[in-house]
Every structure is written in structure tokens, then in C-alpha cells.
């Protein structure tokens, strides 16, 4: 099926509504954005535009002011236009996608679908957002050609940062239309995009209701508090830190109740129907209206009283008491050996086995988690990847269930499932009894799962498009350091991952860089990836170890230790073979500096790049500060003034902005346009990475290192020093920021020269590292490295 999508129209502007709109602006389509003409109206507003469309306006104004921002770029949305139902539904003519997001009533969706149909072109696709009514049911009285182009679109809640986007065709669904929105969802959404079956709350919250249900009724059953529980299935699983409690105030509990029933209605003949209860501390929250965060409190309730350390202290429900108070410190060892265990595939067998209440919550839920999805097979999904898939993507879980299981051992899952009375699914054990001891296997860089119905593994469809790391470690490394891994990736590229904790870069990370650069140099390889799967990038350099030499006065070490970080950026650039970052969450200070050195750069959308260093009293010291006045002399244009373009750069540096998306970054000068791209589906951005690695291969030349950077010298610094004087006017800055300031101008402008000048990078580079250095001398920035390494926030004094 060939088509394009230029324009489509959202049929609804609530929070979902208005949501997806943003995200479709995002991607670079037109949106019309209608809802209901508001009721009564004054005589005097009916005729007027404005009042007539205040439902949408209203809705995308609040979108628009939302945090975190619906849209990539605030320019985006001039893409967006309103309307109302009356006066605009005739303009879906010219839309290729027409979404419905109205209220989850079947007969309002009728409505809209019969005006719909009467006025979409043939061909166009049309979608319902809904949470829980049947599909097919949206189908009664429509065309044939509407019927032939009509499926579901569940999105998540916020549209822009959940990646799961469930994609539920009727039996009339035209297969090639399923295709493309789930080719459509994955490249041009950035979404992990699974295919239901029209079954009730689809795949994720079929799963994730259970899954929450069941852990409600083990609180319970075990005695624990609710604090305790959303320790131990927060993190310490691999899931959100809101744990199961924080997660049901986050949702609102009206929301979990109408879908816990709903699903106890729905489906009868579930072996779990009797999980689906709403328990009498959740129907004493229902009662009284504490709906979660929305209606300030619910499990928990956050007061206005600080603690000794001027936290706001939060209260939290006791289940048995029905009273509010305070968390008390846990004394199982679960938790305690939560902690001590990194390594997630390792923590979750020494969670399961342990003897506490806590390991028991733990493994019951697991285990029950093991039956329930293995009897899901073929009911909600024809194949276990997808369950994993909506699971990961839409509950932001680190693994899916049938992970979880392979962690624990299918074989062993099945007999302590059965201990505890459960009932596992015969295909499972059709699976073991066949010698097939996984649900997943990893062949040559390739991912396979068991299939029941030919019983053997096969490719994950779709999955070749990605290069997911984890699929590589069945083969031996490259080469290995203390903190990274070196991965062939084939087509003679490779694929250098961080392995640090929070793959901060520190000595290791950079001798791996450096090396791995050594390696593709003299061998037969093509060109050199520096990504990994992780949820950051890089959250920086080494901290620790800059504190380490700094509060030891080691200078001369501190001095080697930032000249090589430098030359390893500088080598990413000067190499003989390209060098091409693939990113995604943070890209902090060291980060961001590795990747503006690379030759280009796959950035996943929701990357969020800035150089920090401030934060912690220091200039970026790796090449960041010299390589923003490369860029502003690249900027430079002959006739202009040159002290905006100058100002601009330096303002981001001193007060360390953050782009909070790829596209932002572009506006701060981290990203350039025609050299770095945007990726949108994050799982995507080394395998992109890897084709610009090809494509830059092709007549590659080394790069000669600039002897030609225009430095404006006491003519910028003046300018420089004056608009730190407004920061610190504007109390934007305190002292300490404004003798940053002064040091990261005196970088830019190439230091206390008399007139306008070229200079090499080294030379740049040199008075970068000396300004750095000078600032590890001042008690200050000693105290704000302190503060970081402590709370993990930044201290402004």
C-alpha cells in the first residue's frame, strides 16, 4: 500500500486529543483540530468564529503550556488549526488520517463516525482512539469503503513520550491499511507499534491491569505497606519508579476503577476474573473523591509540613486503617538487597528467592504475571513478543513478561507457577517438552522468539531494522575495556557501547573511544557507531573522579586527566574513518561534547542535550566550549555584526541550557542542520547511525584539524562581560555563575587579544583547559560538585 500523509484531522481536543495533534505537528503534518461548538453560547457569540471554536483553542492552549512540552518545537504549533464540529467537519475532506478522541461513549462515537463518513474522501484512513469499547462495534451503519479503512490507534497518555501505539484492525480492516500504520506508527511516530486483537483493553492494559490488580491483592494478603510495595515493584523490577500505588494516583483511580471493572464484566471467562476486584481501600479513595494526583491525594498525600532536611512530607495510606500516615524506614532485606544487586537480570532470580514478605510479593506476582500471559496466547495477541513489546512500550517495564520469565527459567517458572496453584498455559509446556527451553533466542545479531503454531524460533518481523545490542552478545566483543564494549554490527562497522553506571565518561570510556577509533584505523573496517540501547546516552563526564582530584589539589593529574578527554573528542573528528554518535535521553555535558565532535550524528527525537557544567561550577572542558566558537566563527558572515551570533552561544553555555528535544537542539547550536538528523523511533538510532557510517565511508578523507577559527578578542569579551552583567542584574546569576560566565567568554573570544583573529582549535582548546582547571581551584565550584554528587541536583551559590 503506497501513500503519503500530509494533513490529518483529530476529532476531539481533551488531554488525548489535543495530545496526539501535538505529536502529529511534531512530525511535520498538517492537523485540524475540532471539537463541539461550546453550549450555551450568549446570542451575541454564536456567530462568532472564536466563541464557536473556544472548545479546541482552549484545549490547544493548555497543551501548549503543558510540562513536559507536547511539542518538540514551539514553532510547531502553526501547524495545528481549530475548528468545531458544526462548521468544520466538511474540511476532513482533504485529510488522509481522521482520528477520533471524543468521550468513551459508543453512541456519541456513532454520531461523529456517521458525519464522518459523509464527508471523508475515499481512501482516507479513519481511526478510533478508544481505551476499551470493541472496534468492531464503531462499525454498524458505515460505507464499505470506511469499514474497508477503519482500525483502532490506541495511543498512550502523554501522546509525545509513551512509545506504545496499539494498532486494532476489524475483520473488514483492508490488511494493507494495517501495514502501513504499523510501519507508519514505528518510523514516522517513533513508536513501538503492536497489533491486538479486538479484544477487551487491548493488550497492554489487559496485562497491566492484571498485573496491578494482583499486586493490590497481595498488599493486602502479606501485610506490607503500600511505601514498601511500590519499592520492590518500582526499580528493583525494572519498572517506573512509581512503583504500583504512585503509578494508580498518577492514572486516577476513577480512571483504574472504570477499567478494573470493565474488565471483570468484559471478560467472564478469564481464569483471573476474581483478581478483577476493586479492593475496600480503593473503593474508600472512589468514595471520598481522593482520585490521586489530580485531586491532590490518594494513596498518598502530600502535606505542607517540610522535614529536617526541608522535604515536603508526603503521608501514605494505611490499607487496614483507612488513615493517612507517615512512612516508616522498611526493614526487609528485599529491598536492601535490591540495592546491592546492579545488574537487573541478576537482581530479579535474588528477589524471587528471597525468604522475606517482600521476596514472596515479589514471586507470587511474577508468577501469577507467567500464567496470565502464557493463557493470553492466542486469546489477545498470536504471538508472545507482542505481549513484551505493549508491555515494555506502554508501562515503560525495563522487560515483558515472557523476559521476566526466560530470567527466571521457563521450566522452573512452570513448576513453582503450579506450586502456588496456578495454570499455565499447554503450549508452554508443549515448548519444554519439544527441548525449547526460552521464549527468546539471539543468532548472529538477530533477535527470534518461539512460535506455537510451527513450533520453532522465528525472526521477530520487522526486527532487522533495528540493531538492538543485546542481540550481539552471543558473539565474542572486539574489544573490551573496563567501561565499554566494541561490537561488530556488520558491513564492517562497528558499535562502541558504554558500560559505566549512567555511562558517565571517565578514563575508561575515553580509552575505549580511543582504541576502538585505533582499531577501525588499522583494520578492514568501514567506519566506527559510539551508541548504546541505554536510556541515556550519557548523563557527562566522571564527576567522581574530577571531585576526586580537585579536593586533592592533583593538578597535574586533573591537567592529563581533561587534555585527554579533549583529544579523545578532537579524535573523534580527526580520525581517518567516520565517526557517527547515535543518541537518546540525556546527552549531558561530556556527551553532548562527544557528539558534536563526531562527524554526524542519528539523534533520537527524545534526546535532551546541553552542556551542564555550570550546574557544577565548571565550563565545559572537553572540547565544548571551544567547539561553540568554532561554530559562531562558522556562523560569522561577512557585513553582519557578529557579537548576537557570539552572545547567543555563550548565554547557552552559561546558563547550561537544555534542549528538551532534538529539534530544540538545533535552535541552541548543539545540532547542525545537513550534518546530525532526527530519528524518531529511538530503537532505530544505531542502525541509522550505521547507514550514515556507509554513506560518509564512500570517499571518506581525514579531516585537518582548524587553524581558521575567527576569535573577536577584548571586542567580544566586552560584549560578553556586559550581557553576564545583565544575568546577574536579572538575578538569572549569582556571583560564582558571573566568574564562570567571565571564563567561558574569555574561551569564546579567544582570550584577552587586542583585535578580531584566527586562531587554531589547540590554541582554543588550550586556554579551555586552563580555564577549567582554574575554576576546580575555587571552594565554590568544590561545593556545587559536592552538592551534585550527593542529592543529584545542582547547587547555586
Known amino acids: 500500500m503506497s501513500r503519503r500523509i500530509k494533513k490529518a484531522a483529530v476529532l476531539g481536543s481533551g488531554v488525548m486529543g489535543s495530545g496526539i495533534a501535538c505529536h502529529l505537528a511534531n512530525i511535520g503534518l498538517e492537523v485540524l483540530l475540532l471539537d463541539i461548538v461550546p453550549p450555551n453560547l450568549q446570542d451575541a457569540e454564536k456567530t462568532v468564529r472564536s466563541a464557536r471554536n473556544?472548545?479546541?483553542?482552549?484545549?490547544?492552549?493548555?497543551?501548549?503550556?503543558?510540562?513536559?512540552?507536547?511539542?518538540?518545537?514551539?514553532?510547531?504549533?502553526?501547524?495545528?488549526?481549530?475548528?468545531?464540529?458544526?462548521?468544520?467537519?466538511?474540511?476532513?475532506?482533504?485529510?488522509?488520517?481522521?482520528?477520533?478522541?471524543?468521550?468513551?461513549?459508543?453512541?456519541?462515537?456513532?454520531?461523529?463516525?456517521?458525519?464522518?463518513?459523509?464527508?471523508?474522501?475515499?481512501?482516507?484512513?479513519?481511526?478510533?482512539?478508544?481505551?476499551?469499547?470493541?472496534?468492531?462495534?464503531?462499525?454498524?451503519?458505515?460505507?464499505?469503503?470506511?469499514?474497508?479503512?477503519?482500525?483502532?490507534?490506541?495511543?498512550?497518555?502523554?501522546?509525545?513520550?509513551?512509545?506504545?501505539?496499539?494498532?486494532?484492525?476489524?475483520?473488514?480492516?483492508?490488511?494493507?491499511?494495517?501495514?502501513?500504520?504499523?510501519?507508519?506508527?514505528?518510523?514516522?511516530?517513533?513508536?513501538?507499534?503492536?497489533?491486538?486483537?479486538?479484544?477487551?483493553?487491548?493488550?497492554?492494559?489487559?496485562?497491566?491491569?492484571?498485573?496491578?490488580?494482583k499486586i493490590y491483592q497481595l498488599t493486602t494478603e502479606l501485610g506490607l505497606s503500600i511505601d514498601e510495595v511500590d519499592k520492590l515493584t518500582g526499580p528493583a523490577l525494572g519498572r517506573p519508579k512509581?512503583?504500583?500505588?504512585?503509578?494508580?494516583?498518577?492514572?486516577?483511580?476513577?480512571?483504574?476503577?472504570?477499567?478494573?471493572?470493565?474488565?471483570?464484566?468484559?471478560?467472564?471467562?478469564?481464569?483471573?476474573?476474581?483478581?478483577?476486584?476493586?479492593?475496600?481501600?480503593?473503593?474508600?479513595?472512589?468514595?471520598?473523591?481522593?482520585?490521586?494526583?489530580?485531586?491532590?491525594?490518594?494513596?498518598?498525600?502530600?502535606?505542607?509540613?517540610?522535614?529536617?532536611?526541608?522535604?515536603?512530607?508526603?503521608?501514605?495510606?494505611?490499607?487496614?486503617?483507612?488513615?493517612?500516615?507517615?512512612?516508616?524506614?522498611?526493614?526487609?532485606?528485599?529491598?536492601?538487597?535490591?540495592?546491592?544487586?546492579?545488574?537487573?537480570?541478576?537482581?530479579?532470580?535474588?528477589?524471587?528467592?528471597?525468604?522475606?514478605?517482600?521476596?514472596?510479593?515479589?514471586?507470587?506476582?511474577?508468577?501469577?504475571?507467567?500464567?496470565?500471559?502464557?493463557?493470553?496466547?492466542?486469546?489477545?495477541?498470536?504471538?508472545?513478543?507482542?505481549?513484551?513489546?505493549?508491555?515494555?512500550?506502554g508501562y515503560a517495564w525495563d522487560l515483558g513478561p515472557f523476559e521476566y520469565w526466560d530470567i527466571i527459567g521457563v521450566q522452573r517458572g512452570v513448576e513453582m507457577a503450579e506450586a502456588q496453584g496456578e495454570i499455565i498455559a499447554p503450549w508452554v509446556k508443549e515448548m519444554l517438552a519439544a527441548g525449547h527451553s526460552h521464549f527468546y533466542q539471539h543468532r548472529h545479531g538477530q533477535r527470534l522468539y518461539y512460535d506455537m503454531h510451527t513450533r520453532r524460533y522465528i525472526p521477530i518481523p520487522g526486527a532487522s531494522s533495528f540493531i538492538i545490542l543485546d542481540d550481539y552478545r552471543d558473539a565474542a566483543p572486539v574489544h573490551t575495556t573496563s567501561e565499554t564494549v566494541l561490537h561488530d554490527i556488520g558491513d564492517g562497522v562497528l558499535c562502541l557501547e558504554f558500560t559505566s553506571p549512567h555511562n558517565t565518561i571517565g578514563e575508561g570510556v575515553l580509552r575505549g573511544i580511543n582504541e576502538a577509533i585505533q582499531i577501525a584505523e588499522d583494520g578492514d573496517w568501514t567506519g566506527l557507531v559510539i551508541g548504546n540501547n541505554a536510556t541515556n546516552f550519557s548523563v557527562g563526564a566522571n564527576l567522581m573522579m574530577i571531585a576526586m582530584l580537585a579536593y586533592q589539589q592533583e593538578f597535574e593529574e586533573l591537567n592529563m586527566a581533561v587534555n585527554l578527554f579533549q583529544q579523545t573528542t578532537m579524535r573523534c573528528r580527526y580520525s581517518s574513518i567516520p565517526v557517527v554518535a547515535a543518541t537518546q535521553g540525556y546527552v549531558f555535558g561530556g556527551g553532548c561534547e562527544t557528539l558534536m565532535h563526531c562527524d554526524a550524528a542519528a539523534v533520537s527525537a527524545e534526546s535532551y542535550i546541553g552542556l551542564v557544567e555550570v550546574g557544577v561550577g565548571l565550563i565545559p572542558g572537553g572540547g565544548g566550549t571551544k567547539e561553540f566558537a568554532l561554530r559562531a566563527s562558522d556562523a560569522f558572515r561577512e557585513g553582519d555584526v557578529y557579537i548576537p551570533t557570539l552572545i547567543d552561544k555563550f548565554k547557552n553555555i552559561a546558563m547550561a541550557s537544555v534542549a528538551t528535544s532534538a529539534h530544540e537542539a538545533y535552535n541552541y547550536g548543539y545540532?547542525?542542520?545537513?550534518?546530525?538528523?532526527?530519528?524518531?523511533?529511538?530503537?532505530?538510532?544505531?542502525?541509522?547511525?550505521?547507514?550514515?557510517?556507509?554513506?560518509?565511508?564512500?570517499?571518506?578523507?581525514?579531516?585537518?584539524?582548524?587553524?581558521?577559527?575567527?576569535?573577536?578578542?577584548?571586542?567580544?569579551?566586552?560584549?560578553l562581560l556586559l550581557a553576564a552583567n545583565e544575568l546577574r542584574l536579572g538575578r538569572y546569576a549569582s556571583e560564582h555563575d558571573i566568574k564562570i560566565a567571565q571564563k567561558v567568554a574569555f574561551v569564546l573570544c579567544g582570550g584577552d587579544l587586542t583585535a578580531p583573529q584566527h586562531v587554531s582549535e589547540q590554541y582554543l582548546l588550550d586556554i579551555e583547559r586552563e580555564a577549567f582547571l582554574s575554576l576546580c581551584g575555587e571552594q565554590k565550584t568544590l561545593e556545587r560538585i559536592q552538592h551534585m554528587l550527593q542529592t543529584n541536583k545542582p547547587l547555586r551559590n
Request: glycine share 6%; net charge neutral; aromatic share 8%.
Open 54 to 213: 473556544r472548545m479546541a483553542d482552549t484545549a490547544l492552549a493548555n497543551a501548549l503550556k503543558s510540562r513536559p512540552a507536547a511539542l518538540y518545537d514551539k514553532k510547531f504549533a502553526t501547524r495545528i488549526e481549530t475548528g468545531n464540529f458544526e462548521d468544520d467537519m466538511p474540511r476532513i475532506k482533504d485529510c488522509d488520517w481522521v482520528i477520533e478522541v471524543v468521550v468513551e461513549r459508543l453512541d456519541i462515537k456513532k454520531l461523529i463516525f456517521d458525519q464522518v463518513d459523509r464527508h471523508r474522501k475515499p481512501g482516507s484512513i479513519v481511526s478510533s482512539n478508544t481505551s476499551g469499547i470493541p472496534i468492531h462495534l464503531m462499525l454498524e451503519g458505515r460505507s464499505e469503503d470506511f469499514r474497508k479503512h477503519f482500525l483502532g490507534t490506541h495511543f498512550f497518555n502523554p501522546p509525545r513520550y509513551m512509545r506504545l501505539l496499539e494498532i486494532i484492525p476489524t475483520p473488514d480492516t483492508n490488511p494493507a491499511v494495517t501495514d502501513f500504520l504499523m510501519h507508519y506508527g514505528d518510523v514516522y511516530l517513533g513508536k513501538q507499534t503492536v497489533l491486538c486483537k479486538d479484544t477487551p483493553a487491548f493488550i497492554a492494559n489487559r496485562v497491566g491491569v492484571y498485573a496491578m490488580a
Open 242 to 393: 512509581t512503583g504500583t500505588f504512585r503509578l494508580g494516583d498518577l492514572v486516577g483511580h476513577d480512571t483504574a476503577g472504570k477499567v478494573i471493572m470493565g474488565l471483570k464484566q468484559n471478560c467472564p471467562d478469564d481464569e483471573q476474573a476474581a483478581t478483577f476486584e476493586i479492593p475496600k481501600y480503593l473503593q474508600f479513595l472512589l468514595d471520598n473523591n481522593f482520585l490521586g494526583n489530580k485531586s491532590g491525594q490518594g494513596f498518598y498525600k502530600k502535606t505542607k509540613e517540610k522535614d529536617a532536611n526541608g522535604r515536603d512530607i508526603i503521608l501514605a495510606l494505611d490499607l487496614e486503617t483507612l488513615e493517612y500516615k507517615p512512612t516508616q524506614k522498611s526493614n526487609l532485606a528485599s529491598l536492601g538487597l535490591s540495592k546491592q544487586i546492579d545488574n537487573l537480570h541478576k537482581r530479579i532470580p535474588a528477589l524471587v528467592d528471597a525468604p522475606d514478605k517482600g521476596g514472596e510479593l515479589v514471586r507470587r506476582s511474577l508468577l501469577g504475571l507467567f500464567a496470565y500471559v502464557s493463557n493470553r496466547v492466542p486469546e489477545i495477541s498470536d504471538n508472545l513478543f507482542s505481549i513484551d513489546d505493549a508491555m515494555r512500550a
Open 671 to 719: 545540532l547542525l542542520p545537513g550534518r546530525d538528523s532526527v530519528v524518531l523511533n529511538k530503537s532505530r538510532a544505531i542502525a541509522e547511525a550505521k547507514k550514515k557510517v556507509l554513506e560518509l565511508a564512500d570517499n571518506y578523507v581525514q579531516p585537518i584539524q582548524r587553524t581558521d577559527v575567527y576569535v573577536l578578542g577584548r571586542q567580544g569579551l566586552a560584549a
